[in-house]
């Protein structure tokens, strides 16, 4: 079946320290994004890429980084300059002519 | 520019209770309307979609009618069951922008 995966479901890390989540599609979708979801809040858009090796920034990059090298994947890397980095990070992707976006189940990140 | 604007939660409910979920937009043009719907540690799932004026967008209960006049997109169900208990967002996609705009996010929970 096709989908979008993240990897992993969780994820620890010490505070200084960079770190990379996963966000693999089988769909054969042209765009993917990255979001932000804090507790109880909506969504904020972080990145996202509407082909391969060309992405934007979205409301909230300060902090973040991320590659599109393949059309399946679009990593996002969490800097040491992000101030807060522990939320719900979601990945979403969509196809042309598609408008809606198919979303992965989401990494929870926690720094301590 | 573009925007949604959902009505504030928590929605709190009795089992078998009727639901709305207001949702209004503004937008150029006329978008296509989502709603997705968003289960505890989960990520976003389609709910159901209106691509034109009019148009009623139905799936699991759920309903939402495209009215251009208001510029509104309401969810609602006749019966809601505890399992409906997530965050619902409503959604449209701007074509200046070229992705999808989100609500806020509205919560509800209802209880036996």
């Known amino acids: 079946d096709g989908g979008i995966t993240q990897s992993p479901k969780y994820l620890f890390r010490k505070e200084g320290q960079n770190v990379t989540l996963s966000c693999e599609q089988n769909?054969?979708?042209?765009?993917m994004y990255w979001y932000r979801q804090d507790p109880g809040q909506g969504l904020r858009l972080i990145y996202y890429?509407?082909?391969?090796?060309?992405?934007q920034k979205g409301d909230i990059a300060e902090g973040y980084s991320v590659s599109r090298e393949k059309k399946e994947s679009f990593p996002l890397t969490v800097t040491s300059a992000q101030k807060n980095p522990t939320a719900f990070y979601l990945c979403?992707?969509?196809?042309?002519?598609?408008?809606?976006?198919?979303f992965g189940s989401g990494t929870r990140l926690t720094v301590v | 520019g573009d925007s949604v604007t959902q009505m504030e939660g928590p929605v709190t409910l009795s089992e078998e209770a009727f639901l709305t979920i207001n949702c209004t937009y503004t937008?150029?043009?006329?978008?296509?309307l989502f709603w997705y719907v968003q289960y505890p540690g989960e990520g976003l799932q389609l709910l159901l979609k209106?691509?034109?004026?009019?148009d009623k967008g139905s799936n699991k209960g759920f309903e939402a009618t495209y009215r251009k006049e208001t510029t509104s997109f309401h969810l609602e169900k006749g019966s809601v069951q505890v399992s409906d208990s997530a965050v619902y967002f409503c959604?449209?996609?701007?074509?200046?922008?070229?992705?999808?705009?989100f609500g806020a996010g509205t919560r509800l929970a209802v209880h036996p």
């Open positions: 937008a150029t043009g006329y978008p296509s």
């Open positions: 209106a691509t034109k004026a009019d």
């Open positions: 979403a992707s969509s196809g042309q002519g598609d408008y809606g976006y198919t």
């Open positions: 959604a449209l996609f701007s074509g200046g922008y070229n992705k999808l705009i």
């Open positions: 769909l054969n979708h042209d765009a």
């Open positions: 890429s509407q082909i391969v090796n060309d992405f």
